[in-house]
T-cell receptor, first 116, second 116 residues
Framework: ETGVTQSPTHLIKTRGQQVTLRCSSQSGHNTVSWYQQALGQGPQFIFQYYREEENGRGNFPPRFSGLQFPNYSSELNVNALELDDSALYLC???????????????FGPGTRLTVT | AQKITQTQPGMFVQEKEAVTLDCTYDTSDQSYGLFWYKQPSSGEMIFLIYQGSYDEQNATEGRYSLNFQKARKSANLVISASQLGDSAMYFCAMREGLNTGNQFYFGTGTSLTVIP
């Protein structure tokens, strides 16, 4: 069973640039969530994708956007990068069987983004 | 108000002893799930244990148990027989409601150090 993978592991960007982060979900998982974890803080929910559509969103501006592909992999795009976007970005996959239940999420190793 | 509160920024425990990490939560929903995750220095979030709001018995997973006190809105993690490999950040999290698109709320974490 393949776990959640993320790429790249580290990234350095300049303020104002755009970035794309990638995530491959765990085998058999159809739901992907993205989180931002600033240094010394807990993860903050950005959004979740299910069946290629956004299925929930946290308190993040529209310049944070995402995609989910038919194979359930996902991308997080951030436009007009700001210094405060520097953080560890975590992707988590889970299996949603409809109707809802609190299934656990399995996290990837994260992408550490530094904005200078 | 914070959804998840972890009041212990850092904890120390002697190897082979038990330790309790505190977590309180705030929700008006009747249906919710509570989770604990471990985050080593590598950054990956590792799922430890889950407790549903309707579960009458405390959850247990190997050396981990969750002391669920619904009336007090607390969900403390108990680690028995601590090992050196248990040294890490520990995060308590909650998902409200039954919609799996609902976000996870994380606390600020507790740094656990196991002393040989």
């Amino acid at each position: 069973e393949t776990g959640v993978t993320q790429s790249p592991t580290h990234l350095i960007k300049t303020r104002g640039q755009q970035v794309t982060l990638r995530c491959s979900s765990q085998s058999g998982h159809n739901t992907v969530s993205w989180y931002q974890q600033a240094l010394g803080q807990g993860p903050q929910f950005i959004f979740q994708y299910y069946r290629e559509e956004e299925n929930g969103r946290g308190n993040f501006p529209p310049r944070f956007s995402g995609l989910q592909f038919p194979n359930y992999s996902s991308e997080l795009n951030v436009n007009a990068l700001e210094l405060d976007d520097s953080a560890l970005y975590l992707c988590a996959s889970s299996s949603t069987r409809g109707g809802g239940s609190s299934y656990e999420q399995y996290f990837g190793p994260g992408t550490r983004l530094t904005v200078t | 108000a914070q959804k998840i509160t972890q009041t212990q920024p850092g904890m120390f425990v002697q190897e082979k002893e038990a330790v309790t990490l505190d977590c309180t939560y705030d929700t008006s929903d009747q249906s919710y799930g509570l989770f604990w995750y471990k985050q080593p220095s590598s950054g990956e979030m590792i799922f430890l244990i889950y407790q549903g709001s309707y579960d009458e018995q405390n959850a247990t997973e190997g050396r981990y148990s969750l002391n669920f006190q619904k009336a007090r809105k607390s969900a403390n993690l108990v680690i028995s027989a601590s090992q050196l490999g248990d040294s890490a950040m520990y995060f308590c999290a909650m998902r409200e409601g039954l919609n799996t698109g609902n976000q996870f709320y994380f606390g600020t974490g507790t740094s656990l150090t196991v002393i040989p």
